[in-house]
Every structure is written in structure tokens, then in C-alpha cells.
């Protein structure tokens, strides 16, 4: 339980880091998020997860609390577990369509369309088929985000927004652009309504 509360108000603090650190947000179009509001009051032993005299750099910033979020998940209660998730980079509609994702064991196991799966929009070329099911390569289990998240963050982008659950710190809404000449290609998803599933013991 100690152990929770002491993450759950480092994440506090670091939300509040990444706000000082990050770039003006464009205004975009949200799904419903499964976000909560958590309050923690620091006890008088508490230590600051920072010194008060340490000076740091956006990046380590950012890195720091990718950490503790991370730390957040490994709390979860269960590693079969279930997710919406939707690309918002790509060339076709398709690619952008919203899917569940479904994972067994900390393994990926299925990636299903969505019901509300919008996989045309006019722009496609005549005769293009649409593939039966998703691309299982173009998808991650919540630590593969995690992953992913940091090696963008190493790579010196020019803007970074990261959202996170605040029960178990999985990313929920992450926007990370590369200046036009990194080799590096943008990200920008959303995840959400993450929730156990039966599945095979662990």
C-alpha cells in the first residue's frame, strides 16, 4: 500500500513537471479516456522524488516520469488485459481505425477492429482492399508502448505531450513530432478502457 501511494505521488509531481516542460498542446478530439483523478497528501517524512537543488533537462524530465509511470503498471493486477487503441498517424483510414487490442500473458495475442472501425474515407485508390483484420506488427502490448514512447523520447523530437492513467499509468494519449529533417517519423495515438480479461494462468 505504501508502496502505491509513494508512486501514485510521484506521478503527481511529475504531471506537474511535464506541463512546465512540454510545448503549447494543438487542440485535438479526444475518445472517452478511463483517466481518474488520484490526490495523495505527502506525509512529513515524505522525500521529494527530486532534490530541490537538482536541475533538470526536458528530457530527463520526461524520462523520469515515463519511469514512474512505468512503475505504476507494474502494479496492475492481471497481465491479460485488454485495450482500445487508434493511431492517429498513417496513410490510409485504415491504418487510423480504432481496435482492441487484446493481450494474454504480457504476450500480444489478437488485434480486432473495432465496431466503430471508420477503415475508408474516400482517398483510397480504386480496387483497394482493405485488410481482413489489422497488421498485428503495427500494434503493442502496453509495455511495447512504453518502448516506444522512450526511444521517441531519446530521439530528439521537437514537441512531446504525454498522457497517462492515473490508477495504473498506462499511456493514454502520447503526441510526439520530429523536426522535418530527423529521420525520425512522428507518433501520435490514444489508448483507452483498459480492462482485465479471462485468460490462461500466470
Not at 25 to 48: C, G, Y
Not at 93 to 115: C, G, I, M, P
Not at 174 to 198: C, G, N, R, Y
Amino acid at each position: 500500500m505504501k508502496r502505491t501511494v509513494t508512486l501514485a505521488m510521484l506521478v503527481g509531481i511529475f504531471a506537474i513537471a511535464l506541463a512546465a516542460c512540454s510545448s503549447e498542446p494543438k487542440p485535438t478530439s479526444t475518445p472517452r479516456l478511463t483517466a481518474t483523478t488520484v490526490v495523495v497528501q505527502p506525509t512529513r517524512d515524505a522525500q521529494p522524488v527530486v532534490p530541490l537543488e537538482a536541475e533538470l533537462d526536458r528530457k530527463t524530465a520526461m524520462l523520469l516520469g515515463l519511469d514512474l509511470h512505468r512503475q505504476l503498471w507494474a502494479t496492475r493486477p492481471s497481465n491479460n488485459y485488454k485495450f482500445g487503441f487508434q493511431w492517429n498517424v498513417g496513410e490510409f483510414a485504415y491504418e487510423r481505425a480504432n481496435v482492441e487490442v487484446r493481450v494474454l500473458k504480457n504476450e500480444l495475442e489478437a488485434v480486432l477492429w473495432a465496431d466503430n472501425a471508420v477503415k475508408v474515407d474516400g482517398t483510397e485508390a480504386a480496387g483497394f482492399d482493405v485488410p481482413a483484420e489489422p497488421n498485428h506488427d503495427d500494434y503493442y502490448t502496453v509495455d511495447g508502448l512504453f518502448a516506444v514512447i522512450q526511444e521517441a523520447i531519446e530521439s530528439e523530437p521537437a514537441r512531446v505531450s504525454l498522457g497517462f492513467d492515473s490508477a495504473f499509468g498506462f499511456p493514454t494519449s502520447v503526441v510526439i513530432e520530429f523536426p522535418p529533417s530527423s529521420e525520425h517519423k512522428d507518433i501520435s495515438f490514444f489508448a483507452a478502457q483498459l480492462v482485465a480479461i479471462p485468460g490462461p494462468p500466470e
